[in-house]
């Protein structure tokens, strides 16, 4: 078991010297793997805080899964310490705001993926194109500014918010998360009509993208020299004006 996080900043942010506000973390070990990609609302003062603070904790908690249907009780636990560690560090919740995105892979029984807000969740296959497997974009009403009417963390509805699906297919061979910062590049914008005759987004993967970093993480190559490597990608980087934060278990 392999795995890979690193975050990027969004370049007009680099260029100013400001903290990128997404956070990732991979942890793996006795044949599992936890992922977290947590998303810091730009509108925010300390959204970093509640990023970083939030990919460790729901980790911790999220590595005592033991099977499905323990999630939610993991995410609750983890939430409530997640609020505990803020109040010490004297941040307002409303000023550290983060949507969360999490995968556990337990090969070959199972992967799970799940948000609470906007993320992106892919699954690989040996020999095949990546694929999409929940593309969990809750987006906002039309008309509705940027950053707001996201679902967050710290919503004292979150749980209402939190989607979340078990995929059983033992031929997945990687999983991997993003931030919404990838939306330039994973969606399509042109409408598409599906089989009830209504248009929807076509979803694609930046298959490209998927297998640079599964590569990546198969060779091992540490966090920090992937990191310097995708934002020197600038097809990449020139797509989207968002902090990245990604994810990745291969196996």
């Known amino acids: 078991m392999r795995t890979l996080a690193l975050t990027v900043p969004r370049r007009s942010r680099e260029a100013l010297g400001d903290e990128c506000q997404d956070a990732a973390t991979a942890w793996s070990a006795g044949g599992r793997a936890v992922l977290v990609v947590a998303d810091g609302v730009g509108s925010v003062k300390h959204s970093e805080i509640g990023a970083r603070l939030a990919t460790r904790v729901m980790a911790e908690h999220l590595a005592g899964v033991d099977r499905p249907a323990a999630v939610p009780r993991a995410l609750t636990a983890g939430r409530k310490r997640w609020l505990d560690e803020l109040a010490r560090t004297g941040a307002p919740v409303d000023s550290v705001k983060t949507t969360l995105g999490f995968a556990i892979a337990k090969p070959p029984s199972y992967v ?8 992106f969740a892919f699954v690989t296959r040996t020999a095949e194109e990546p694929s999409a497997a929940l593309v969990m974009d809750q987006g906002r009403a039309p008309g509705t500014p940027a950053n707001e009417g996201v ?22 061979d990687g999983v991997g998360l993003s931030s919404d910062g990838l ?5 399509d914008e042109r409408p598409v009509e599906n089989e009830h005759g209504r248009h929807v987004r076509q979803v694609t993967v ?12 198969r060779r091992e190559k540490p966090a920090a020299a992937a990191a310097a490597e995708l934002a020197s990608w600038d097809e990449l980087m020139t797509r989207t004006d968002d902090d990245l934060g990604v994810a990745l278990a291969t196996w």
């Not at 930046?206 to 993480?217: C, F, M, Y």
């Open 151 to 172: 679902p967050t963390l710290g919503h004292d509805a979150w749980i209402d918010h939190l989607r979340w699906c078990t995929i059983y297919d033992p031929t997945i």
């Open 183 to 187: 939306e330039p590049v994973t969606i």
């Open 206 to 217: 930046a298959v490209e993208l998927v297998t640079w970093l599964v590569d990546q993480a």
């Open 112 to 119: 799970i993926v799940g948000a609470v807000g906007d993320c």
